[in-house]
T-cell receptor
């Protein structure tokens, strides 16, 4: 079945440094989603990318979808303590996501003040 | 605001017990999902449903069953709980228009002793 690989598993940064997590799928994706899970919380949707080569920004967060629609990245500029958490990418099993998502294992972002 | 609620935040059960985890969403979503989340493994799809009384197996359905008698309610059943089912269980419902984001409940941390 589909596999979604995400690296790194853990990332320690100093507050103010940048952070990037990478996601690779074993199959071409119709779209890719990103979620954030704060410690003790549940995953919360951040964004969906649909188009090949798409780049979207949300304040300090930049999301990219690869040209082949098999990889994606999330980049955070100048991290803040509020960015702490686990970031997951997820690709639809089929039907755009109506049949569920295959999640990467997540990247835990740890910020040292 | 979409709200997904789960019946318990924490649950402790004994091996062999029958366990019911309840999930309710208030946004009239057709698609609902059950995932389990384990350290180092990310989120894995157990079952999903796209309509009342309809259910489909996800990636790890063994040892679980589900019930969807009403549109807003999706139940996960552990027929005979085992220690390897100790996990965080997350319910989600899907917004099929626009973003296709999944809305997650707060999770139930189940411990089987």
């Amino acid at each position: 079945g589909q596999q979604v690989m995400q690296i790194p598993q853990y990332q320690h940064v100093q507050e103010g440094e940048d952070f990037t997590t990478y996601c690779n799928s074993s199959t071409t994706l119709s779209n890719i989603q990103w979620y954030k899970q704060r410690p003790g919380g549940h995953p919360v949707f951040l964004i969906q990318l649909v188009k090949s080569g798409e780049v979207k920004k949300q304040k300090r967060l930049t999301f990219q979808f690869g040209e082949a629609k098999k990889n994606s990245s999330l980049h955070i500029t100048a991290t803040q303590t509020t960015d702490v958490g686990t970031y997951f990418c997820a690709g639809p099993d089929s039907g755009g996501g109506a049949d569920g998502l295959t999640f990467g294992k997540g990247t835990h972002l740890i910020i040292q003040p | 605001d979409v709200k997904v609620t789960q019946s318990s935040r924490y649950l402790v059960k004994r091996t062999g017990e029958k366990v019911f985890l309840e999930c309710v969403q208030d946004m009239d979503h057709e698609n609902m999902f059950w995932y389990r989340q384990d350290p180092g493994l990310g989120l894995r799809l157990i079952y999903f449903s796209y309509d009342v009384k309809m259910k489909e197996k996800g990636d790890i359905p063994e040892g679980y069953s589900v019930s969807r008698e009403k549109k807003e309610r999706f139940s996960l059943i552990l027929e005979s709980a085992s220690t390897n089912q100790t996990s965080m269980y997350l319910c989600a419902s899907l917004e099929r228009q626009g973003s296709w984001e999944q809305y997650f409940g707060p999770g139930t941390r189940l411990t089987v002793t």
